[in-house]
Nanobody
Framework: QVHLVQSGGGSVQYGGSLRLSCAASGSVVSINDVEWYRQVPGKQRELVAHSADGGFTNYADSVKGRFTISGDKAKHTVYLQMNDLKPEDTAVYSC???????????????WGQGTQVTVSS
């Protein structure tokens, strides 16, 4: 069984920085894939960043150069570092991960609980 806890977020002013974390515990060998989404009420959920095992990383144009995905393999934790935040980055951010749970290649996927990021001008 895998338990996923998302943390971070909060309120910052224009140009500030925040870091979101998504930590997996339990039957975890590694986190193989992570997607960070954000959603504003009344709008479609947006994929802002994606990282997969093997070095693949991709960012939405709206956050490219400002947001960075990273990870701590020992802690089974992935991060989304958000710099130079703008009011239009205000949203609920959620992680979606694919976790390798055994050496046979079995995987588990799930969502973080979502955290609010608010950027004031």
């Amino acid at each position: 069984q895998v338990h996923l806890v998302q943390s971070g977020g909060g309120s910052v002013q224009y140009g500030g920085s925040l870091r979101l974390s998504c930590a997996a515990s339990g039957s975890v060998v590694s986190i193989n894939d992570v997607e960070w989404y954000r959603q504003v009420p009344g709008k479609q959920r947006e994929l802002v960043a994606h990282s997969a095992d093997g070095g693949f990383t991709n960012y939405a144009d709206s956050v490219k150069g400002r947001f960075t995905i990273s990870g701590d393999k020992a802690k089974h934790t992935v991060y989304l570092q958000m710099n130079d935040l703008k009011p239009e980055d205000t949203a609920v951010y959620s992680c979606n991960v694919v976790v390798l749970i055994d050496q046979l290649g079995s995987t588990w996927s799930g969502w973080g609980q979502g955290t609010q990021v608010t950027v004031s001008s």
